[in-house]
C-alpha cells in the first residue's frame, strides 16, 4: 500500500523557516513529478512548487526566492526548504507524488497534509 507521510510543520514566527519532508512507502516501480500544495482557510488548494524526476522545478510566484524544492530518490523524498515565512504563507501543506506501484496503475497520490502556522 503506497504512503506518503508528511513531517516538519509547525508555528513560526514571520520570518522564520520551516523544512517539510515527504517520505513515499510502498512497493513503487516509480515516481515521477513530485510537488507540494497548500490550502488556507476559505480557498482553494494551490501549486507551491513541484519538481521532476530530472530535476527541473517550478514554483508560484509569491514563493519565488523564498521556497526551495529538492528530492532525493533513493529515499523516496521531497522536501520543501521554506525561508522567510510571512503570514500569508499559514496553509495545510500536502504533498503529491506521481507515481506508478507495482500493483496498480499509475496515478497521483496524496498526503494527508502538515500545518504551518506563521504568527508572531
Known amino acids: 500500500q503506497v504512503q506518503l507521510v508528511e513531517s516538519g510543520g509547525g508555528l513560526v514566527q514571520p520570518g522564520g523557516s520551516l523544512r517539510l519532508s515527504c517520505a513515499v512507502s510502498g512497493s513503487i516501480l516509480m515516481i515521477n513529478d513530485m510537488a507540494w500544495y497548500r490550502q488556507a482557510p476559505g480557498k482553494e488548494r494551490e501549486l507551491v512548487a513541484a519538481i521532476a524526476i530530472d530535476r527541473r522545478t517550478n514554483y508560484t510566484d509569491s514563493v519565488k526566492g523564498r521556497f526551495t524544492i529538492s528530492r532525493d530518490v533513493a529515499k523516496k523524498t521531497v522536501y520543501l526548504e521554506m525561508t522567510s515565512l510571512k503570514p500569508e504563507d499559514t496553509a495545510v501543506y500536502y504533498c503529491?507524488?506521481?507515481?506508478?506501484?507495482?500493483?496498480?496503475?499509475?496515478?497521483?497520490?496524496w498526503g494527508q497534509g502538515t500545518q504551518v502556522t506563521v504568527s508572531s
Open positions: 503529491m507524488a506521481d507515481l506508478r506501484p507495482w500493483s496498480a496503475s499509475r496515478r497521483n497520490y
